[in-house]
């Protein structure tokens, strides 16, 4: 699961992955050395489902630099489920 190390990597390392950081810039919040400290291996368990019934495709970098949550993905979402293909997202 190539996502998960964006949401696993505070818990595990103690820190976001720095293409995470890259990404998302000031808008992801920094972690004190005692809060890293803290926070790295503070689970007992973890149980990830992560599940998504639309058709994606890439999307380029925002070129206005406006980013949002909603781009950081760099995913173009067709909107449409699986079982109803979308002609610009079937190849």
Known sequence: MQSSPRF???LVGGDYP???RRL??????RFTKEQSKLLKGAFDFIGL?????????SLPP???GLYSSNTDNQANLSGAPLNQASPEFVQ
């Open 62 to 64: 925002s070129s206005n």
């Open 18 to 20: 720095l293409s995470m």
């Open 24 to 29: 998302v810039g000031n808008r992801l919040p």
């Open 8 to 10: 696993m990597d505070p």
């Open 49 to 57: 489902n992560y599940y998504t019934t639309y058709y994606a495709a």
